[in-house]
């Protein structure tokens, strides 16, 4: 054993504990994985108990070291280290495992149980997640404490990842690992349970590759802690793991990957090594073997002495008290030597947008301009009054206008180009091409805190990222996507490169608000809208096309974006007999067409709808007005027409594209597709002859 690290009985007790625990707790509801939680227990307790600084009595210390559960799916493995180091859960949470209104649900869930800090859902995506948590680490170094040294100031923290075979044949864990590299990212220790069992069997039927070598080839720092000895005795090797975990830390230039070669499952007596455990209850005459292997009484369960829990939590509080002791003290002393800083701080920490940031954003004269444009000068315009705000794309800079104006990349100064220079408080994220890596990274930033971030590629290639935006609702986080390049206006790139379905999917996933402004001054408008909003996240999407920037002085205000739905141009008589709702570019479309609806003397109505989400939360009255009853309405968007029937009535129109493009010039396409003036008002006139 390594004298360096203290390891007694009342230790080894506490992780069979945890053992017991897992195996209670699956057995008790029926389902779950308890194989992994079981033969990993030493692993986490080592990690909570020994290695990483947390404090169970507020677990969202600022100074706290972070941990990400990659596997899931073996949420026992976290939530049996949470309860023995006192996060606030207790025995009989573990015993409502994977029951209604439980702390403990079957994946370990961001905002419902303390402790945890993200929900990594997928297998892969926590990988993705620690290398965000380890970027956002070093953005805040030099955002906020710029003249410390690396490692030296009260932003800097270990980000420690635990991770499976599954993980590791996910492609967005490869994306996420060779970002980690090209970073340099030196906090970042990720530990690989190497037990090869899937719920298929031997992984040999699926994983081939030698993994450390492809650690390696990124760029890792890459290491091998065996408790198998070669598949000859097993032996837990928490010292030698200790070990490795200190040397991973020294590594300040490449981010560490350590194999832990186990068996799945040990030590259970007869089913150890077996993928049966790796998704399925163990059975009562096993766990009873393994209780009485272990020492515990077989009649017994979730059996906790109570010398092994006041053990456990008399470390856990001890060593925070230790690490907080050092931390507080700096950190005051910070905090009196960078009151810009600590007021930006305590800003970001309060989630309130700049005061500033109203009249920093341009605004736009009449003209053409495609909302891609606009957004990027936005965001250049935005920089100094928001110096949190940082982000990029994937390799799409030019494209997504994600750049921020004369701004540097956030990068390791050995990684700048002639093109781009780099600096640990670069504010241009180059992702490359990687975006469900991306997305992953993305909401990690976002949930750290200290930071507002944003990621951009084609709005085609959200399907590459899905799980991201998905995962930031779930977890009520305010990650910014933008996605340009929104319709069929992309032109000659063709059906591949072109969205129709996706706007309507995307506005499935419940708590993401789908945001397609009209022109540049509502771009601004739902930009700082974005920007002060900090309970969800939100999908800006952008046109590569330019489109008209309405004069303002003719039409309504671009501040009433933020309603989500607004009366762009009022019928001639206010009473509108017809109204026609549309997005994006759709809105001049729709423009025009009114004006031929006008002029044959039809009171018409344009309602530009930006966001549906924000328009939704409004109050009936506010929606009837907008949408006044005995009015044709028709819906003009140049994708699906799947939803709008909430908004039209069956009476309405819906006028779309349902179903995909081809490689054509944008107006081609638009005038084939009847995204024209002509055609809405043909079916304008339609929707008001059915009434």
């Known amino acids: 054993?390594?004298?360096?690290?203290?390891?007694?009985?009342?230790?080894?007790?506490?992780?069979?504990?945890?053992?017991?625990?897992?195996?209670d707790a699956v057995e008790k509801v029926g389902n779950g994985h308890p194989g992994t939680a079981i033969s990993v227990a030493p692993i986490a307790y080592l990690l909570y108990q020994k290695v990483m600084n947390v404090d169970p009595a507020d677990p969202t210390w600022l100074g706290r070291d972070r941990f990400v559960l990659s596997i899931g799916h073996s949420s026992l493995t976290q939530y049996t280290q949470l309860y023995l180091a006192g996060f606030g859960l207790e025995l009989t949470d573990l015993q409502q495992f994977r029951t209604w209104g439980s702390l403990t649900p079957g994946h370990p869930e961001y905002g419902h149980t303390a402790g945890v800090e993200c929900t990594t859902g997928p297998l892969g995506a926590g990988v993705a997640n620690g290398v965000g948590f380890a970027m956002a680490a070093r953005k805040a170094r030099a955002l906020y404490d710029p003249q410390a040294k690396p490692g030296e100031s009260v932003f800097d923290h270990f980000v420690y990842v635990i991770a499976g075979d599954g993980c590791m044949e996910e492609g967005v864990s490869s994306e996420a690992s060779s970002l980690a590299a090209t970073q340099e990212l030196g906090n970042l220790v990720l530990i690989y349970d190497d037990n090869r069992i899937s719920i298929e069997g031997d992984t040999n039927i699926a994983l081939s590759e030698d993994v450390m070598a492809r650690y390696e080839a990124y760029g890792w720092h890459v290491q091998h802690v065996d408790f198998t000895n070669g598949f000859t005795t097993y032996e837990e090797k928490v010292g030698e793991l200790f070990d490795a975990i200190e040397a991973a830390k020294k590594v300040t230039d490449k981010p560490s990957f350590i194999k832990v070669t186990t068996v799945i499952g040990w030590p259970l007596p007869n089913k150890a090594g077996s993928h049966i455990v790796h998704g399925a209850k163990i059975g009562a005459d096993e766990v009873a073997a393994l209780k009485e292997k272990l020492g515990f009484d077989p009649a017994k369960s979730f059996e906790v002495a109570d010398e092994v829990i006041a053990h456990a939590r008399d470390n856990a509080?001890?060593?925070?008290?230790?690490?907080?002791?050092?931390?507080?003290?700096?950190?005051?002393?910070?905090?009196?030597?960078?009151?810009?800083?600590?007021?930006?701080?305590?800003?970001?920490?309060?989630?309130?947008?700049?005061?500033?940031?109203?009249?920093?954003?341009?605004?736009?004269?009449?003209?053409?301009?495609?909302?891609?444009?606009?957004?990027?000068?936005?965001?250049?315009?935005?920089?100094?009054?928001?110096?949190?705000?940082?982000?990029?794309?994937?390799?799409?800079?030019?494209?997504?206008?994600?750049?921020?104006?004369?701004?540097?990349?956030?990068?390791?100064?050995?990684?700048?180009?002639?093109?781009?220079?780099?600096?640990?408080?670069?504010?241009?994220?180059?992702?490359?091409?990687?975006?469900?890596?991306?997305?992953?990274?993305?909401?990690?930033?976002?949930?750290?805190?200290?930071?507002?971030?944003?990621?951009?590629?084609?709005?085609?290639?959200?399907?590459?990222?899905?799980?991201?935006?998905?995962?930031?609702?779930?977890?009520?986080?305010?990650?910014?996507?933008?996605?340009?390049?929104?319709?069929?206006?992309?032109?000659?790139?063709?059906?591949?490169?072109?969205?129709?379905?996706?706007?309507?999917?995307?506005?499935?996933?419940?708590?993401?608000?789908?945001?397609?402004?009209?022109?540049?001054?509502?771009?601004?408008?739902?930009w700082k809208k974005v920007l002060e909003t900090h309970d969800h996240p939100a999908a800006l999407i952008l046109t590569r096309q330019d489109v008209e920037t309405f004069d303002r002085s003719a039409v309504a205000a671009a501040e009433e974006a933020v309603k989500g739905a607004y009366t762009l141009v009022e019928a001639s008589d206010g009473a509108p007999k017809v109204v026609l709702i549309a997005t994006g570019s759709e809105v001049q479309v729709a423009v025009a067409a009114r004006a031929e609806l006008e002029e044959a003397g039809v009171p018409t109505r344009v309602v530009s709808a930006p966001c549906l989400e924000w328009f939704d939360a409004q109050g009936d009255d506010y929606r009837a007005s907008i949408l006044p009853e005995g009015a044709a309405i028709v819906s003009v968007e140049a994708g699906v027409t799947s939803g709008w029937a909430q908004y039209t009535g069956l009476s309405g129109r819906r006028v779309g594209i349902d179903h995909f493009g081809a490689s054509a010039a944008a107006g081609r396409l638009f005038e084939e597709y009847g995204i024209t003036a002509a055609h809405v008002a043909a079916e304008a006139r339609e929707a008001l002859a059915a009434l």
């Open 317 to 526: 509080a001890s060593r925070a008290k230790a690490a907080k002791a050092d931390w507080q003290p700096r950190f005051e002393a910070w905090s009196s030597a960078n009151p810009e800083g600590k007021a930006l701080l305590d800003r970001v920490l309060a989630h309130e947008a700049p005061a500033e940031l109203a009249e920093a954003l341009p605004v736009f004269p009449a003209g053409k301009k495609s909302t891609r444009a606009a957004s990027g000068e936005i965001l250049s315009a935005i920089a100094e009054a928001v110096p949190e705000l940082w982000g990029g794309s994937a390799d799409l800079a030019g494209s997504n206008n994600t750049t921020i104006k004369g701004a540097s990349s956030f990068l390791p100064a050995s990684r700048g180009t002639a093109d781009w220079t780099p600096s640990d408080n670069g504010r241009v994220l180059h992702f490359g091409i990687r975006e469900h890596a991306m997305g992953g990274i993305l909401n990690a930033i976002t949930i750290d805190g200290l930071t507002r971030v944003y990621g951009g590629t084609f709005l085609v290639f959200s399907d590459y990222m899905r799980p991201a935006p998905r995962l930031a609702a779930l977890m009520k986080v305010p990650t910014i996507f933008v996605w340009t390049h929104d319709s069929v206006g992309v032109g000659e790139d063709g059906p591949t490169h072109q969205p129709v379905e996706h706007v309507a999917s995307l506005r499935l996933i419940p708590g993401l608000d789908v945001i397609r402004p009209a022109d540049a001054n509502e771009t601004a408008v739902c």
């Open 1 to 23: 054993m390594n004298t360096s690290l203290q390891w007694s009985d009342l230790d080894a007790r506490a992780v069979d504990t945890a053992r017991v625990l897992a195996a």
